[in-house]
């Protein structure tokens, strides 16, 4: 059985920093893309970064450029998210995600394992 886990949210203060950590166990996804979503409150789940197998490509949401830090390590399956200067419109459930192969996506429809959500809230 394939599960990410998130961890590392929580709440914190605007200007703050935090990291998300995502975990993943059942198979390797060294070969696949991942990338990070978030869903705020009545609002749909939109892209926030991404990153390929290989860690030469990433890309990152408007929002959040400059200010998060997409990074994996593929030897512990694992991919984390540094988010720092944070805001109170940063207020979501973050995702993580795993896409069906090296291509890095944007649109969570390409994106085919996904765990199950860890809340930041930022406070003003």
């Known amino acids: 059985q394939v599960t990410l886990v998130e961890s590392g949210g929580g709440l914190v203060q605007a200007g703050g920093s935090l990291r998300l950590s995502c975990s993943a166990s059942?198979?390797?996804?060294?070969?696949?893309?991942m990338g990070w979503f978030r869903q705020a409150p009545g609002k749909e789940r939109v892209f926030v970064a991404a990153i390929s197998w290989s860690r030469g490509e990433y890309y990152y949401a408007d929002s959040v450029k400059g200010r998060f830090t997409i990074s994996r390590d593929n030897a512990k399956n694992t991919v984390s998210l540094q988010m720092n200067s944070l805001k109170p419109e940063d207020t979501a459930v973050y995702y993580c995600?795993?896409?069906?192969?090296?291509?890095?996506?944007?649109?969570?429809?390409?994106?085919?394992?996904w765990g199950q959500g860890t809340q930041v809230t930022v406070s003003s």
């Open positions: 995600a795993a896409a069906r192969g090296l291509v890095v996506y944007t649109t969570s429809n390409q994106y085919v394992y």
């Open positions: 059942g198979r390797t996804f060294s070969r696949n893309a």
